[in-house]
């Protein structure tokens, strides 16, 4: 790889992927009963919105 290359890649930002601020959000749980109340919302989420960005805001800083 050019040494242009590495030093572009190096200055993008990397963002999370919607699988891991998913598996984020659910290892926040305090309980089971929190645990699948937040898999209903993002089952939900996931189902009535198939086309549009999954980005959600699980108040993670940017």
């Known amino acids: 790889m050019s040494m242009l ?11 999370p992927t ?11 749980s305090v309980d089971v009963l929190d645990l699948e109340r937040r ?7 996931h189902h009535t919105q198939p086309s549009s960005p999954r980005i ?3 108040g993670y800083a940017s």
């Open 18 to 28: 919607q699988e891991a601020l998913d598996a984020q959000y659910l290892n926040e």
């Open 39 to 45: 898999q209903r919302e993002l089952d939900t989420r």
């Open 5 to 15: 290359t590495q030093l572009v890649l190096a200055l993008l930002p990397r963002f």
């Open 56 to 58: 959600y805001d699980h």
